[in-house]
């Protein structure tokens, strides 16, 4: 199993380390510093690592050539088939596939936990932040699951979690209270609401779609970015990373566990205008 997976290195820097972790589909993607726009505006001075896994590969899965791209963007966006053109037929034509190399990548992304977090038992005291997007998210969470090593993991990051809310989540965290989980959702990802579902028969919602519950003793915060993230793959960008540090910051002031880009705009103008009336 272990040839299957791998750690490069997208920077140096400073410790605790961030590992980022792509999700289904993108196993042949090479270009992994698009997550620098979000871990910038969170850990600009951080190490950042990237796990490489066997997620499966989009032309492999519909049989595109020069349109997969095309194709999946047309899941990805709340208005894409206007623009898909000749990519429509073959997409649907290869619909079929989804169910099998979801569940594929399904239990690769339970392994792939595994792996990881014998990777961290094995980094001596270090600490870990880790951000995985879709079934990055399963990575994520199967790593937490699986972790011997207390305290490893100082915070998790979940953008369109390509997994059900209804997993183990408050189990999980008890074991490991320190650690801080947030959880980034849009309303608008089509890819979760058609693909996720269909691949999964109808049976549960995934957390990019819906908050993770909580009780009162878990570090877990849910925040929607429904104002800013139009699919399923826009959850790498700047807006994204400047939205969440100031949730941070908001959460700490009003105890809000649900948090939406709208009132953190709010917030931030207000906070503006009072700053300038005391100086």
Known sequence: MSCEYKIRHIR???????????????????????????VDELYPFQRVLHLDWPSGNLKKLFGFSNDSTIAFEMLSSSVPILRAGSAVPAFIANIANI????????????DAGIWLAHYINNQESNQFILMGHSLGASVSFNAL???ERKNSIHSIYLF????????????TCTRHPGSMITNCYSTNDWVLKFLYKIGTLFS??????????????????????SNIVNGHTSYKKKEVG?????????????????????????FS????????VIR
């Open 12 to 38: 140096e820097g400073l410790e605790p380390t961030v590992i980022v972790i792509n999700g289904f589909l993108s196993e042949s993607e090479e270009d992994i510093k698009d997550w620098l726009s979000v």
């Open 99 to 110: 169910g099998t190399d979801w569940s594929k990548a399904i239990r690769r992304s339970e």
């Open 145 to 147: 699951s699986n972790l």
């Open 160 to 171: 369109g979690g390509a997994m059900s809310n209804t997993e183990k989540w408050i189990e």
């Open 204 to 225: 549960n919602i995934p957390i990019g779609l819906k908050p993770i519950p909580k009780n009162a003793n878990n570090l877990i915060y849910n925040v929607d970015l």
């Open 242 to 266: 400047i939205c969440i540090k100031e949730r941070v910051e908001l959460t700490k002031n009003n105890g809000h566990e649900i948090i939406d880009c709208f009132d953190i705009s709010l």
């Open 269 to 276: 103008i207000f906070k503006k205008v009072l700053s300038e």
